[in-house]
């Protein structure tokens, strides 16, 4: 309430004064667009959004509050969301995704073993006593299990556990770093070089949305036990207990890993992994403003994500038969099946789109056989249009047989051709020859 004792014409010019300010900003106020009012401040500009692609052309539902970022069907490699993907950042501690793979490549291949111990050196432990960095408090001269170590690496984000593996891995830090940027060309991450095992900054050192998501991928798909590592949620190494980095890992139940990846130039990464109702999702924010935003940001993207799409797979077991015929060979019978499960991602409600058609280009085989040999395709169609074709192959290796059965055979083959070339009265002889496996 306006006091009216003012003091004669002071008072009645300050009155008019405060009244022609309301009336001002009641006038400005009222001129602005909706959007620019209290709280209803528009995310990204349309130019923004126009950069974004989405599986299928779809208008992008949202823009991302990070330099760049993509999502990709873990089983397909069908990208879902992308913006700004081939992004030249610094990979921080995305580094030690491949670190992480180059030791489970180590264990597969039996090079070394989960208790395998490797020694400390003195520069990993200065890591360990680094304010700074992230670290699993190893101790100079300390013999550790790759196990606590992989741990130590995945949850703890640990530079001193990166380092560790990487001496013994590679016999130094720079032989690791060759191997490292070697497995890259191997993969197709042409957009991604390594100088660290940890990723703390390099002049040198460079990585893409889009090339985490390919290795993100990889690691999946030839390590599936990665995920005992990257879905821990919390680690104690010499009674020290540290949660994970990946701090969705405590919010969305689907979550399985990644890596997080923070330095003050590119600012707070996430590679996150996911699973739910049949399939399996990565998504890459990079460069978000803060430890939150990189959490809440991949929540958004991830959760979308489930909510729009499906994989398909189609059931192929009953169009293929299970095996081939083999003649003159030391087996009757080879198993066929397709190089890698015959996908596709779709948007909910395109499922019924999706047809598989098989195709068979013999309905015999002559030994000697490799295993691998292409014997036909499943073809996914979606709208009457092949999408995705994918091998059928041979399962096992069959030699050549010995000398009578191979004769024998031989025989076989000759009557089921003439059986064949008589017509349809004697192809039941043709059609019993080649069942018959005696």
């Known amino acids: 309430m306006i006091n009216l004792k003012l003091g004669g014409a002071i008072g009645v010019r300050r009155l008019t004064s405060v009244l022609m300010l309301c009336c001002l900003l009641s006038i400005s106020a009222s001129a602005l667009p909706s959007s620019r009012r209290g709280k209803a401040v528009p995310v990204a500009s349309d130019e923004i959004l126009s950069q974004i692609r989405v599986l299928g052309d779809r208008p992008a539902p949202f823009a991302l509050d990070a330099r760049s970022a993509i999502m990709v069907a873990a089983r397909t490699g069908a990208v879902l969301y992308a913006f700004n993907e081939h992004l030249r950042i610094q990979p921080a501690s995305l580094a030690k995704i491949m670190t992480f793979y180059l030791t489970l490549e180590a264990l597969r291949q039996g090079k ?27 101790e100079v001269g300390q013999q550790v299990a790759v196990r606590d170590l992989l741990l130590g690496l995945m949850v ?6 990166a380092l560790t593996l990487a001496e013994y891995l590679g016999g130094s830090k720079e032989g690791f770093v060759v191997q490292m940027n070697d497995e890259c060309r191997k ?6 070089h390594f100088s660290s095992p940890d990723g703390l900054p390099e002049p040198d050192q460079y990585t893409t949305a889009a090339d985490m998501a390919k290795l993100a991928q ?11 590592y ?32 923070h330095v003050e130039e590119a600012g707070f990464h996430l590679v996150a992994t996911a699973h739910s109702a049949g399939i399996d999702l990565i998504s890459v924010v990079v460069g978000a403003p803060n430890a939150e935003k990189r959490r809440t940001e991949s929540e958004k993207l991830l959760d979308w994500g489930f909510r729009t799409f499906v994989t398909v797979s189609p059931q192929w077991r009953e169009m293929v038969p299970s095996d081939l015929r083999v003649y003159e060979g030391s087996a009757l019978a080879v198993a066929i099946g397709p190089s890698r499960a015959p996908e596709i991602t779709v948007a909910k409600g395109e499922e019924r789109q999706v047809k598989l058609v098989s195709s068979l280009r013999t309905d015999h085989l002559i030994a000697p056989i490799e295993r691998g040999t292409s014997v036909g395709e499943l073809t996914l169609m979606k709208d009457m249009k092949a999408v995705l074709t994918v091998p059928l192959e041979t399962q096992a290796q069959v030699e050549r047989g010995g000398w009578f059965h191979v004769m024998a055979d031989r025989i076989r083959l000759l009557l089921h051709g003439i059986g064949h070339a008589l017509g349809a009265p004697f192809r039941w002889l043709a059609s019993l020859l080649h069942r018959f496996k005696g």
């Open 187 to 192: 993969m197709g991450l042409d957009e991604t």
């Open 230 to 261: 990257t879905a821990t949620k919390e680690f104690t190494f010499h009674r020290i207990t540290q949660r994970n980095w990946n701090t969705l890992l405590f919010y969305d139940s689907r979550v399985n890993g990644l890596k997080t990846g």
């Open 112 to 138: 070394i073993k989960l208790d395998t111990q490797m020694p400390v050196s003195k520069e990993a432990w200065r890591l360990s006593i680094d304010k700074t960095v992230s670290k699993m408090f190893l």
């Open 156 to 161: 703890s984000s640990g530079n001193d556990a």
């Open 218 to 228: 990889v690691v999946l798909d030839r390590h599936p036990e990665a995920l005992v």
